[in-house]
Structures are given as structure tokens and as C-alpha cells.
């Protein structure tokens, strides 16, 4: 019922490999190549949030307890947990 | 004519209002300030109505707050919409406006942050922007109200751009949606914005789905196949990619290298000392308003309407001899010839009982003040940020701590706050569990009690007494947890910009919840001091009390024993029992009957017993000495009164957002009952260490 709140040890992930936007590290970047969410509503307010195909996303700053992660999109940032960017498909650029 | 004020959350909707209509609507730092639809009328105008939303980033609602923009934008018939949009989040905020610009209204775009533009590194060509939107683009900023009065005179002489109605759908969607636009059926209500409403279609919204017969079902999955995504995911992609467009022909932006917020949050939300630097800002907040300003005022503003021939000023006695009001006013009252009896209403029944709740006005200025602070400097944003990893576990959501730290003023508001928590459960827990939160008016009790249970150290009491009520709503939150129906949750927030406090506005903040408090000392509190007067005062049988005498009493415990012959201490030696684990095995018809009062306002605690003590210090009074010798009685005291049934204000307020009577009751039952066993818990453990001696029965 409650997420697992171990992730684990997040994959080390270069440029140009791909992952989840979970994997990222405080400082990469990684383009969104797709992005799929259970929760049909919640999967409707992070596109409106700009969350969309080839967009640009920038790991800016973690939560002192690990989560929820603050991002850098489109000029602005949002926060969101790490439970809904494991939904979102990237590839490393940086 | 009627103007919508619309825009993303924490844009300054709520400060440009104020500049416009003249008025003081609250505005914070933090998104979702605003929960309701505000009117007004902006200034110098007869007949322009302007109307406040909360803030969105769609019109596709997640939360009942949102709901409320969406209805106004496409019910209300407004003839034009400000969207006021934030300059250095361009494309977040035109991705609302490329919505609002397929309503049938025209837009004006009010263009705020202005001020801040260059620091962060940003040149915004306004012009470029008007021609490329087609709308009329004002550079505001309502911080410094800079741009208001050519937004005023465009509303005035509507000499604004028509809605331009640009396709900015690629080829096969627009087509696509025109031609649903055209199958539209016109006359149902939900048409009047036909645009909107065939987009809508096209992403399948159910609600829209009356407005068509023609099923275009087959086409829109063929334009899926072809962009390798679903209709949502399609009208998404393109509005932003509109909005890039845009932005990147109008706006340069220079690296400015890492903003004051970012260094800031490198601090306060720095992994190892993010913790620590909330514990210490949290417990100044009640150190200051509780210990230092408490020590220092209280029995001076005491000894003002009960007066005093010394008072404690930072745990010293000090020489301050004055009469006070209350027996002013009792003498010249029995010098013009009134009997004892209407002395004793205005001295001891009705000055004594505002007075004891109004002595605690200065921490309350206090409490409200840094609690403004912590709303308009950014800083509760980061809290919920990095709480939520913690509140998560426990079924609440990081946002939960919004109502939790508004809780601490007032829990009506509190209460209606919650509304911005997406998921219904995180939602439903938190109303909840707000009233545990020791709000303002529960202040003078632990004001009062505190200094007894460590003498000296009363913020550590009342320090204590916080940390409870956190504890308490953990727990309570896993208890309550499994009964709730779940659903995914999650935390969609956004950091604001750390800014400096607005003194005009933290002032406002605390001279308007001050007011309140007052005016609830001159009303309700006012009132009740008078009925608890008359039935500490009278017997069964409408007689004075003072007339009645035992001989074989000394003085103090004569006046105790006159005022237990009252209505009220018939019905108080009913409930007292009850009491007696709470009260360490004291058995005090005088506190439970004040406790009982707390539903109606937790002041009227401290008021009601101010007047059963007959005016002066109520611990000192003969009836209320027990607290004074019994550091047990006073904490079990207190925990019932904080954690117990909150006041009827925030009871209905419970009731309206659970939206049903039954579950506020429960609610309260629930409440009760946890502070109840707690209490009693205390106490007994009191009444062990005492040896189990019953005392006042």
C-alpha cells in the first residue's frame, strides 16, 4: 500500500545513456523521451506542468531526507516525488 | 462589466488585487493563499466589478480550489480576464494562457515580477510579446505597483486587444478540432466557449462529451498513431511548443550564476542542517512569544485590569502599585450607591473575565508576527518540502504542514487551507488532525499553567506541550490511517523565491488577527463572562451566593465554599468526577466546568475560571491553589483543554470541508476521546507519585 521507501542504490547513469529520471544525480540533465503515470489525473497536472516529450529536465535540489527532489523545467522548477519521476523516461545529456 | 483575475500560483494575483481594489486580501509566499473567489471594485469605478481567483496552472482542476477558477472562467461570463503572468517563469505561465485564449473573452496580460527581471538575468520584450500573443501585454509590478494605472485605464476605456483567436495547433490537430468546433452542439450551456470545448473533446473529457453526436473517434486515434502519443500528451506538447516559440523571441536571458534563493536553500535546506535550523526557528517562535515577551507583559497587563502592588517582570518582582480597572470601577460603582452585586458583575464578572484572556494580547501580537514572517518569507514552502519524506510515511503529505503552522494562529483557516492538498485522503487526514495544533486562543492556557509545571522554564512547558501535539497528530494519523480510503498521492509544489518580509503586509496580518481575537474578547467572550457570572453567583433559588455564610470557615475558604453553592458548581461537582484522574486526583468542580466552556472559544478556559476565582490571580485564589502545588494537575489540565474538541468556529469549519456532519462529529468524538485518555494518563501518573490522595471532595 505504502511505496517502498528504500529505492535502492540509483544506477550511476552517464551521457547518453537512458533511465528513469529517478536515477539522476543533484546537477544532471536528461531530456524526457517518454512518461507514462497511473494515476490518470496525476498524469494530467505534470503535462500541464510542462512535462512533456523532449523537454529538457535538471536535477536542482533533494530534499535533506532524500525526497521529494526539486527540478529545473522550461525556466522554472517544480517539486515533485520520487515516486512519480520513476514514471519519467530520460536520456542523460550531462 | 465584470474582470477575472487569473494566474498560476504565487504570482501575485492576490497583491495585484489589493492595488487595484484598494482592499487587504492576505497574500503570502506560498501557493495556494488564496482558497476562494474574491470581489471587488477597483478603485475610481463605479461599475467595474474584478473578481479573485486561486491560483492554477490549467483549467483542468486537481483541487477544489482550482475548481473554483475553472467554474468563474467558464460560467461567470466575464468580459475580460487579466492573466496576471510571472515574467521569469514565461512559459509555465503562458501555457495557462494559450487556455484562457480559447475562452470566448479577451485577455489583457499583466506581465508581474518586473522588478525582478534583471536580477535574475532576464530581458523581456513586452512589444514583441503583444504582437506575437495578439493580446494586450501591461508590464506590471505589483510589489512596487508600478503599471497599475495603465492596466486601470485600458479596463476603464476597454481599448485592450480583441481575443485573437490564433490556431496554434500544428495542421492535422487544428483541423481536426475545427472540425469538432463546427459539430458542436450550440445549444447546450457547456458551448458558450466553443474553442475550449472542442479541445476538450479532442482529449476525450467526459464532461464535455454531451456537446458532440458526431463520434470522431476513428480520426483522432489516426492523428495518435501518427505523433506516437495520446491526445492529451498531443495538445500539451504543442501548446508548450507554442509557448517556446514565443518565449525565445522575446525573452534573452544571461546566466547570472546562482540566485540568493539557491544559496539560501543551500542552508536551510542543506542535508544535515535543515533539521535543526527548523527545530531552533520553530522553538524561537514560541520561546519569544510564550517565555520572553510572556515574562514580561503578562502581569503587567494584569495587574492593568486587576491591579497589583508588584509585578513579575522576567521572574523579578518589581514595585508596580495602580489600582487596575476591574476595582476602579467595582468602587466608584458602590460609591454612586450599587449594590454589591452590580460591583461584583463589572469588577469580577465582567472585567475579570476579558481581562484575563486580553492579558495575553502582547504574545499573541508576537505569535502572529513571526507566524507572517514564516508565511511571506518563503520559508514554509521549504518546510513541507522537506517534511514530506517524513509526513508521506504516515499517510499525511508534506503540504500538511501549511494547515499545521496556520493551525498555530487559528484553525479555521487552517482548516480551509487543506484545500490545496490534491489527494482526498492526505486532504481528509489533515483537517483532522489540525485542531491538535495548539492554536492562539489556547495560548492563555498554557500561558497560564506553564509557569507552574517548571517554574522559571515556562516555554519549556509550552515547548513540550507543541511537541506533543506533533507526536499526537503522527500517531493519530496512523490510527486513523487504515480507514481511509487511499489513492495514490502526490506532492506537486513549487518553491518560491525567498523574498523579504513586506512590512505593510506582515503588519496587516497582525493587526487584522488581533483585531479578531479582541473582538472576540468584547463579544462572545464578553457574554459568556456575564452568564458564568450569573451562575457562579446565584443558588438554585436566585440567591446571592457572598450572602450565604458558614461560620466555621476562614475567609478564603469561605468565599470558595459561598461560590460552590452556585448553578454552576451544582452542575461542576456533577462533572468534576470525571476530571479527577486530569486533575491528579483533584477533584475541582471550578475546572471542569471551564473546561466544557472551551467548545464555545478555548479563551473562555482562562476566562471562566478568572471569574470563578473572583478577579486577581487565579492560581492564587483559594479555589484554583491546587494548580499552583501540583505541576501534574496544571499539564493534565492543559492536554485536555489543547488536544480536546476544538471551538464551535472550527468544528463548522470541519464540517464544511469533510463536507458532512456526521464526519466533523466523529471527528470531535475522536479528538476528545485521544485527549481524554492522555490527559487522564498524566494526571494518574500525578495522583500515583502523590500517593493517590483525593484532594476537594
Redo the contacts between chains.
Keep these: 500500500?505504502?511505496?517502498p521507501?528504500n529505492y535502492g542504490l540509483r544506477k550511476s547513469l552517464k551521457p547518453g545513456e537512458f533511465g528513469h529520471l529517478s536515477d539522476l544525480k543533484r546537477g544532471q540533465k536528461g531530456v524526457v523521451m517518454d512518461?507514462h503515470n497511473?494515476?490518470e489525473?496525476?498524469?494530467?497536472?505534470?503535462?500541464?506542468?510542462?512535462i512533456?516529450?523532449?523537454?529538457l529536465i535538471e536535477i536542482?535540489?533533494i530534499?535533506?531526507?532524500?525526497?521529494?527532489v526539486?527540478v529545473k523545467l522550461?525556466?522554472?522548477?517544480?517539486?515533485?516525488?520520487r515516486?512519480?519521476m520513476r514514471g519519467i523516461d530520460i536520456k542523460v545529456v550531462e | 462589466m465584470l474582470i477575472g483575475l487569473v494566474g498560476n500560483q504565487n504570482a501575485g494575483k492576490t497583491t495585484l488585487f489589493n492595488l487595484l481594489t484598494g482592499s487587504n486580501q492576505k497574500v503570502g509566499n506560498w501557493p495556494g493563499v488564496t482558497i476562494e473567489r474574491k470581489e471587488g471594485l477597483i478603485r475610481g469605478s463605479g461599475d467595474l466589478a474584478i473578481v479573485d481567483t486561486p491560483g492554477v496552472?490549467?483549467l483542468?482542476p486537481?483541487t477544489d480550489e482550482e475548481k473554483v477558477t475553472r467554474k468563474f472562467c467558464l460560467t461567470s461570463k466575464p468580459d475580460v480576464i487579466i492573466n496576471i503572468i510571472d515574467a521569469?517563469?514565461?512559459?509555465?505561465s503562458l501555457?495557462l494562457t494559450t487556455q484562457l485564449l480559447e475562452l470566448n473573452t479577451d485577455i489583457i496580460i499583466a506581465c508581474n515580477m518586473s522588478d525582478i527581471l534583471e536580477q535574475n538575468g532576464i530581458t523581456l520584450d513586452e512589444k514583441r510579446l503583444q504582437d506575437l500573443l495578439g493580446v494586450t501585454v501591461v508590464r506590471i509590478s505589483a510589489k512596487k505597483g508600478t503599471g497599475i494605472d495603465t492596466l486601470i485605464s485600458y479596463l476603464k476605456n476597454r481599448n485592450y486587444l480583441k481575443n485573437p483567436h490564433t490556431r496554434i495547433y500544428e495542421e492535422p490537430v487544428q483541423n481536426e478540432i475545427d472540425h469538432l468546433e463546427g459539430d458542436l452542439n450550440n445549444e447546450l450551456e457547456e458551448a458558450r466557449n466553443p474553442k475550449f470545448a472542442a479541445v476538450k473533446l479532442f482529449e476525450r473529457d467526459p464532461y464535455f462529451q454531451a456537446l458532440t453526436n458526431t463520434s470522431t473517434e476513428q480520426e483522432i486515434k489516426v492523428i495518435e498513431k501518427t505523433y506516437g502519443?495520446d491526445a492529451?500528451?498531443i495538445i500539451?506538447?504543442q501548446r508548450?511548443d507554442y509557448v517556446?516559440k514565443i518565449?525565445e523571441s522575446c525573452v534573452i536571458?544571461k546566466d547570472v550564476g546562482k540566485s540568493i534563493t539557491?544559496k539560501l536553500?543551500q542552508i536551510f535546506?542543506?542535508?544535515?542542517a535543515?533539521?535543526p535550523i527548523f527545530v531552533v526557528i520553530m522553538g524561537l517562535v514560541y520561546f519569544l512569544a510564550v517565555g520572553l515577551v510572556g515574562s514580561l507583559t503578562t502581569d503587567f497587563m494584569d495587574a492593568l485590569f486587576n491591579g497589583s502592588q508588584t509585578i513579575n517582570v522576567f521572574y523579578r518582582e518589581v514595585p508596580f502599585a495602580i489600582k487596575g480597572l476591574g476595582p476602579l470601577l467595582g468602587e466608584a460603582i458602590s460609591n454612586a450607591g450599587g449594590s454589591e452585586w452590580a460591583a461584583d458583575l463589572v469588577q469580577n464578572g465582567i472585567v475579570a473575565g476579558v481581562g484575563s484572556v486580553c492579558n495575553f494580547i502582547p504574545q499573541l501580537i508576537i505569535l502572529f508576527f513571526c507566524l507572517a514572517i514564516l508565511e511571506t518569507t518563503g520559508y514554509m514552502s521549504r518546510i513541507s518540502?522537506?517534511?514530506?519524506?517524513?509526513f508521506?510515511?504516515f499517510?499525511l503529505s508534506?503540504k500538511s504542514l501549511i494547515p499545521f503552522i496556520v493551525g498555530s494562529g487559528c484553525s479555521v483557516p487552517a482548516i480551509m487551507s487543506a484545500r490545496t492538498i490534491?489527494d482526498p485522503k492526505e486532504r481528509k487526514m489533515t483537517i483532522m488532525l489540525t485542531p491538535f495544533i495548539p492554536c492562539s486562543a489556547k495560548l492563555p492556557i498554557i500561558a497560564l499553567f506553564s509557569s507552574v509545571v517548571f517554574p522559571s522554564y515556562g516555554w519549556i512547558a509550552s515547548l513540550s506541550l507543541y511537541l506533543m501535539a506533533v507526536v499526537l497528530i503522527l500517531v493519530n494519523a496512523l490510527i486513523l490511517r487504515p480507514f481511509l480510503k487511499?489513492?495514490?498521492s502526490?506532492?506537486?509544489?513549487?518553491?518560491p523565491a525567498y523574498k523579504l518580509p513586506s512590512i505593510k503586509y506582515v503588519g496587516r496580518d497582525v493587526y487584522d488577527k488581533t483585531l479578531a481575537f479582541v473582538k472576540r474578547a468584547g463579544t462572545i467572550i464578553l457574554l459568556c463572562s456575564v452568564v458564568v457570572w450569573v451562575l457562579s453567583r446565584f443558588t438554585w433559588t436566585w440567591q446571592y451566593v457572598y450572602f450565604l455564610s458558614d461560620s466555621s470557615l476562614t475567609d478564603g475558604a469561605l468565599k470558595s465554599w459561598q461560590v460552590g453553592q452556585s448553578m454552576l458548581g451544582g452542575i461542576g461537582r456533577i462533572i468534576a468526577y470525571l476530571f479527577i484522574p486530569t486533575l491528579a486526583g483533584n477533584y475541582s468542580w471550578g475546572a471542569a466546568v471551564s473546561a466544557i466552556q472551551g467548545l464555545i472559544a478555548k479563551e473562555q478556559v482562562v476566562s471562566s475560571m478568572s471569574v470563578i476565582a473572583g478577579g486577581g490571580k487565579i492560581l492564587a485564589s483559594d479555589i484554583f491553589s491546587f494548580f499552583a502545588s501540583n505541576g501534574w494537575a496544571a499539564y493534565g489540565f492543559m492536554v485536555f483543554n489543547l488536544f480536546s474538541a476544538p471551538c464551535f468556529g472550527a468544528i463548522s469549519a470541519m464540517r464544511k470541508e469533510l463536507g458532512s456532519t456526521k464526519a466533523a462529529l466523529q471527528t470531535v468524538l475522536f479528538e476528545t476521546l485521544v485527549a481524554f485518555t492522555l490527559s487522564s494518563l498524566i494526571g494518574t501518573l500525578g495522583w500515583a507519585v502523590n500517593g493517590w490522595q483525593v484532594h476537594g471532595l
Design positions: 500500500m505504502s511505496e521507501d512518461f497511473d494515476n489525473a496525476l498524469r494530467r497536472h505534470l503535462l500541464d506542468m510542462g512533456t516529450k523532449g523537454v536542482k535540489k530534499a535533506p531526507l532524500g525526497d521529494p526539486d522550461r525556466g522554472y522548477e517544480l517539486c515533485i516525488r515516486a512519480d | 496552472y490549467s483542468s486537481y521569469t517563469s514565461l512559459e509555465r501555457y502519443m492529451e500528451q500539451a506538447d508548450y517556446t518565449k536571458q539557491d536553500d535546506l542543506n542535508k544535515w535543515a533539521l518540502f522537506f517534511l514530506d519524506r517524513v508521506k510515511k499517510g508534506g490534491e487511499s489513492t495514490s502526490s506532492f506537486i509544489s513549487e518553491l
